[in-house]
């Protein structure tokens, strides 16, 4: 009896967990269910490559070349912002901040990880818009707004996981570094930083992820003009932002062609996820 | 393995607390409730079904979502206990979502197509007058309707060449598949006319215009003239201001229709017909007067009251 | 100046300028958070009263309260958690107590982690296309919650797991010893121990699901009503806040819907601490 029903509830335990793998290969089926047959029917280069992107055009002209370069440029920019700021904060934390700094600090990246993404945008609206527009010119709704916010919404992503992995770093290492003599500042930039490059290579892929992924702070202020952007004050929109502005609208061809957007995304934020898992996978064999 | 700050902390909760179990009845507890709490939600779920008698779903245009709101909350204030689910969609995705059945009524602010009036019957229910809105601080006042379609073709790029400031204009659009867009498009491009400016910014609702109009002083846009505010001016086309009376009369040209949808062959029934009843009614219409649309003119209605 | 002196002294100026660099970087993050925290609740706490809380919206939230919202967001939380939490605490035990490293737990690690990974837009299609069209649930809690469910499982399973991974291995074995059932073992022993790291796993959870916006809008709906089932469409705090603030309807209702996310956000914060911290105080008293 005891053994009847330790074996159901281990059954039981294996179909949950599986649930898991089910769920990702439903996603992976619907998404691309909705979406592949439109890549087929136009081809995958004018779809990825085409900058035209007009759905009330007779038959549609469907091509996401222009969202890709937005997103492609919103997001190198979120990473200018983000990666020197938030592995410097990481450094801080790990080795120079005071213990009581250190432990404001941890909370106060948690809480910059937990505000809801469209506050950001808001505020991204409210305050860096009109800066923008009145001391840089343009209408303010750009690339550059949106990669300053997305910069640090992907902080805390780049900042846990950096720091994680300097703590990380053997003592030894260390103490072997500041004993040959060097300054703490060398030891830092020559042996810790470089023992802990995996794992803020794998922070950065994550936080370029997120980056990519963003849509409703996005929405809010890149003003989503189907340009391809020459400057960084102008206008443009991003693979999400497109999808977020254009999925309640659509229809018929329309939609699936946002579904195939999707299909996109998905399948470069899985390619990045994989290369972090790589990434990170190896610097537990280091 | 990548950790988490969180899961780090979350590593040493467990590590400090590992000497106290007693409450395992309380967490097996907590599973037990959790699983109770799926199970009576889908027992629930089973058990709402489609309460259509106290509950009706109108999803559309997000142009007309606004006032049908409105109307939508005067009806409830006078039937308590019903509920009137208004949806801002969009206009396409709300023809299709009647089509379906997913609504019960599909809202609309541009006119049906062929292929949807074969499934859909539309229903006038006010007429819009379309706002052509700059900011206030803007000295031009007015368009001419050829230029303005040379405007937003993104052909003039700057307010010097309508009399205006030397600065760039910044277009702003909706987007592909609104109804507002749609009779944008076929009211001021007109059919077949050179294409909306791809360059121009994109948003999602008429309230979204105006916000970027309100904010930047070199904005043009469009919108409903419903939903004017004093932070944005709007402007005359061919030196007619964009007023009820003005639209009524005939002179000011851009005026659209904003539309019910419901599926052929099946009069509404119940509480969808009463909502619609109201805002048909002299009640209704009144409320649309007042908030800056113009009455339907009356016309038979698909089913006998 | 004598070669060696340059390198002695020069280290020691770059030095200065690098750490100089770090603490400007690190103040300037803190002063970016205390801008959006401060900015949002100074221009959005006066606002905020007992009747913005209590009351129904009216004129679409230009006026009157964000009740519904308030509905919508916790009732919407607490189903994603319900179908959540047991799922994740569930496919943890398994990986933990259950199996060995094997295929199996491969493909679910590499599950939980994609899953992680997909942007919430993606959600947001999919439980548009599956939850409301195929299965025919309309934009409804239902839909919203088995979305945002998906979307918050890896959360619980990773935080589940690393909190279970953490009883040491003897508490096991004097179970077994006892002659409890693996089972016994699980929900008398393991379980127990490892609740504060689920718990702080499923909070985390819960501030996930209320700073959503993206795969709610899709899946949940805009409508601002009061749901009375799961099959009612639902506004979110986040969604209304969205709403408000690109629709420009309201500014002042923007801000205080947005004050209160931010406050939120922070007792969700402060209560994940306080379990960490709470736990740390006893455990010391306890020596």
């Known amino acids: ?286 | 393995m990548i950790t988490h700050p969180v899961l780090s902390g979350a590593r040493q909760v467990v590590t400090l607390a590992r000497r106290r179990c007693r409450c395992a009845s309380l967490s097996v507890a907590g599973i037990l409730l959790a699983l109770a709490g799926v199970t009576a939600l889908s027992g629930c779920a089973r058990a709402g079904g489609r309460a259509a008698a106290t509950r009706v779903t109108v999803a559309g245009s997000t142009s007309v979502t606004p006032f049908a709101e409105q109307l939508a909350e005067e009806f409830m204030r006078k039937r308590p206990g019903v509920q009137v689910n208004i949806q801002g969609i969009g206009s396409s995705a709300g023809i299709q979502a009647t089509e379906t059945g997913a609504a019960d009524v599909g809202m609309s602010s541009r006119a049906l197509n062929q292929e949807e009036v074969r499934e859909l019957h539309p229903v006038l229910v006010a007429l819009d007058a379309m706002a052509i809105i700059a900011h206030p601080d803007n000295p031009v006042r007015n368009v001419a309707l050829p230029q303005l379609r040379r405007i937003f073709a993104g052909e003039i790029r700057n307010w010097r060449m309508l009399g205006g400031r030397d600065a760039p204009i910044t277009l702003v659009n909706r987007e592909a598949g609104s109804g507002a867009r749609g009779a944008f498009e076929e009211l001021v491009m007109g059919k077949g006319g050179s294409p909306l400016d791809y360059r121009s910014i994109r948003q999602g609702s008429q309230g979204a215009v105006r916000a970027v109009v309100e904010g930047d002083p070199n904005a043009v846009g469009y919108v409903s003239s419903g939903v004017l505010t004093p932070g944005v001016r709007a402007l005359h086309v061919d030196g007619v201001a964009p007023t009820a009376e003005e639209a009524v009369a005939g002179r000011y040209k851009l005026v659209r229709p904003f539309l019910f949808v419901l599926r052929r062959g099946e009069a509404p029934v119940g509480l969808a017909r009463d909502y619609i009843g109201y805002v048909l009614s002299k009640e209704g219409q009144e409320t649309l007067v007042h908030s800056g649309l113009i009455a339907a003119p009356k016309e038979a209605l698909p089913w006998k009251d | 100046m004598t070669a060696e002196k340059q390198v002695r002294v020069w280290p020691r100026v770059v030095q200065r300028i690098a750490f100089a660099l770090i603490w400007t970087a690190a103040l300037a993050t803190l002063m970016v958070l205390a801008f959006i925290v401060l900015y949002v609740l100074r221009l959005g706490l006066p606002h905020v009263d007992w009747r913005f809380l209590s009351r129904y919206p009216e004129a679409m939230g230009r006026e009157g309260g964000i009740l519904p919202a308030i509905v919508g967001t916790v009732v919407l939380t607490l189903a994603a958690v319900a179908v959540a939490a047991p799922l994740g605490i569930g496919a943890a035990v398994f990986l933990t107590e259950y199996t060995w490293e094997s295929r199996v737990t491969r493909a679910v690690r590499f599950g939980a982690e994609a899953l992680a990974g997909v942007p919430s837009i993606i959600y947001g299609l999919f439980g548009f296309i599956f939850f409301v069209t195929y299965l025919r649930m309309g934009w409804s809690i239902l839909s919203g919650a088995l979305t945002l469910a998906i979307m918050i499982l890896p959360t619980i399973i990773r935080t589940a797991e690393e909190a279970i991974l953490t009883v040491p291995r003897p508490y096991r074995d004097v179970s077994f010893g006892l002659g409890a059932t693996r089972w016994q073992m699980v929900t008398s022993v393991v379980l127990p121990t490892a609740l504060p790291g689920i718990v702080t796993g499923i909070i985390l959870a819960i501030g996930r699901s209320v700073g959503e916006t993206a795969a709610i809008i899709f899946t949940a709906g805009t409508a601002l009503t009061m749901p009375t089932s799961l099959l009612s469409p639902a506004r979110t705090m986040s969604v209304h806040f969205f709403v408000l603030a690109i629709e420009g309807i309201s500014l002042e209702k923007a801000y205080a819907t947005g004050a209160i996310l931010i406050l939120t956000t922070l007792l969700i914060n402060v209560l994940a601490n306080w379990l960490v911290v709470n736990a740390v105080r006893r455990h010391a008293r306890r020596g």
């Open chain 1, 1 to 286: 009896m005891e053994g009847l029903r330790e074996r159901l509830i281990a059954r039981t335990l294996l179909v949950v967990a599986c649930s898991v793998v089910l769920a990702l290969a439903i996603i992976t089926y619907f998404i691309f269910r909705a979406g592949l047959p439109i890549i087929f029917h136009l081809g995958l280069d004018d779809f990825l490559f085409s900058t035209r992107w007009m759905p009330a055009d007779e038959g549609g002209s469907y091509g996401i070349g222009a969202m890709a370069l937005g997103s492609l440029w919103v997001t190198l920019g979120a990473l200018v912002v983000g990666v020197p700021l938030g592995v410097a904060v990481a450094v801080f934390s790990a080795e120079l901040a005071p213990t009581w700094l250190a432990n404001l600090i941890r909370p106060a990246i948690q809480l910059l990880a937990g505000i809801p993404s469209v506050i950001y945008g808001f505020v991204g609206l409210m305050v860096l818009v009109p800066w923008v527009r009145q001391h840089l010119g343009g209408p303010g709704l750009c690339v550059f707004t949106a990669a300053i916010v997305l910069g640090i919404m992907i902080l805390p992503n780049i900042i846990s996981i950096s720091e994680d992995s300097l703590r990380a770093v053997p003592p030894a290492y260390r103490q072997g570094a500041l004993a040959l003599g060097a300054t703490r500042w060398q030891t830092i930039w020559g042996v810790l930083i470089p023992a802990a490059r995996s794992g803020i290579m794998a922070s950065i892929i994550l936080g370029m992820g997120r980056a990519l992924g963003e849509t409703m702070a996005v929405i809010m202020m890149i003003g989503n003009s189907l340009q391809v952007p020459r400057s960084l004050l102008d206008p443009a929109t991003t693979l999400t932002s497109n999808i977020g502005l254009e999925m309640a609208y659509a229809s018929g061809q329309h939609r699936e062609a946002l579904f195939a957007t999707g299909v996109v995304l998905f399948a470069f934020i899985m390619i990045l996820n994989l290369i972090a898992n790589v990434v990170s996978r190896r610097r537990v064999q280091a």
